[in-house]
């Protein structure tokens, strides 16, 4: 009996030997490489990721200010922490204990072996005492603020790394990114050390996320998990190379995240490191991508793409050219400029007072114009005019009056004497109020013809087209600007 169950069990084992012997699917080792990859990225770029915890100064966190262009774009919920925490401090008055509070957290990448670290400016804005830790360790060092550039969002913070030999980040080309490829955010969200998410790149060349103008920025887009506390920490490649500095989220759990590209923050860094700050190129000028601009895009045959010419600011380099509202500029140096923002990218680095060569699409013809860039200035913000009573003679179905520009008029708005008519009386929610006419503004050409004289005004108007609307040319506090003013057809 037990010579036949040896037999009958050593005869199922034969039977079940290539069942047991399969090999895995190609698709599932392919999955465990993939697993792999991650790990290995991880476990590469986490020595070089720092926790960064802040105290702020006067009771101040890094997002107390309403009118903080960041402010808007911070999840709901964790705002409403922010406000509840300041109402709390605002009560306790003078009773805040001497030691600093840490009350602000993010995250940051070494980028020296010296203990220079970069983050966010958001993130250390503010700071009375900054700290930071890395992955294993739980001693904290103490951290200074090397420099930062508001525009950017970009900082850097130096650490004594005492003896301690620091693991720097391998920085790669945000240039050559390509949609779809794999995106891994590391950081500290939520006070939840060296947390780790992965996705892709949704997207690069992201503008205008932040409604400010000033701001120099575009971003690359991911739904790698972005969330408070990221901050500052690297978004790497498979490669385990930085590609993006994780910024801005769109609300939580929205698979929507923003990384300022590597690219910027390495110029902008190397600045910081070296001077302390960093000196940025502008021309003074307003400007808008031709292809947001369809109004304008449409009276303008002859040009598909490049950058708009809004408003040229007083005492700016490009008051001091030939450059002129409703230019189309093409190309900085040769290299084509389709939106604001490549724009901006090109004039950002230019040597301060020396000329740069613009393309632009004026009225039909292609011409060159030289503008000297300047160092950006502190507050380029002019006075605003004064306004007074509505005058007489009115531009039909547009909603503003307006009346010839003479020394005495000049003198009751507080504009300098120039070729032009006045605007005296905008009505509220007509076509000229919505494009944001004013008293005192100072109309110089309509549809590319100078007026100085009501009649000059009123033939200019006839000469163009009501359905497309007209190009007003225009200065409104000292900054030349233009708009489309189309006709309400009331």
Known sequence: MFVRILAATWMFAVACAPALAKED????????????????????????????????????????????PLWDLIPRQFRRQLEEQREKQKREGRERPREPVFDGQGSGVVIREEGFILTNRHVVDGA??????????????DAEIRGVDSQSDVAVIKID???????VAKLGDSDKIRVGEFA????????????????????????????DPAMDQDF????????????????????????????????????IGFAIPINLAKEISSELVTHGKYVRSWLGIGIRA??????????????????????????????????????????VDGKPVATAQQLKNEIRSKKIGQNVTLDVHRKGKNIKVKVKPDAWPDDAVPVANKQLPA?????????????SLTRELADQFGVDKIEGVVVTEVEQGSPAGRIGLRPGDIITEVNYKPVSTLKEFRDALKSGDPQKGHIINFTSRGTSKFEILKDSGD
């Open 25 to 68: 699917s190609a698709a599932l080792n392919m999955a465990r490489q993939l697993n792999q990859a991650f790990i290995e990225v991880a476990d590469s770029v986490s020595p070089a990721v720092v926790v960064i915890k802040v105290a702020h100064k006067h009771d101040a966190s890094a997002f107390d200010d309403e009118e903080n």
């Open 128 to 141: 009375e005492k900054i700290q930071v830790r890395f992955k294993d360790e739980s001693r904290w060092y």
């Open 161 to 167: 790394p005492k003896g301690k030999k620091l693991t």
């Open 184 to 211: 891994i955010a590391i950081g500290a969200p939520f006070e939840l050390d060296y947390s780790v998410t992965f996705g892709h790149v949704s997207a690069k060349g992201r503008s205008g996320i932040i409604n």
């Open 220 to 255: 690359i887009q991911t739904d790698a998990n972005i969330n408070p506390g990221n901050s500052g920490g690297p978004l790497v490649n498979i490669d385990s190379e930085v590609i993006g500095l994780n910024t801005l989220i769109r609300g939580l759990r929205t698979g």
């Open 290 to 331: 031709l292809k947001d601009h369809t109004e304008y895009r449409e009276m303008i045959p002859g040009v598909s793409d490049g950058v708009v010419v809004t408003q040229i600011q007083p005492e700016g380099p490009a008051s001091k050219s030939d450059l002129k509202p409703t230019d189309v500029i093409t190309a």
């Open 391 to 403: 005058e007489e003679e009115g531009a039909r179905n547009l909603g503003l009056t307006v009346k």
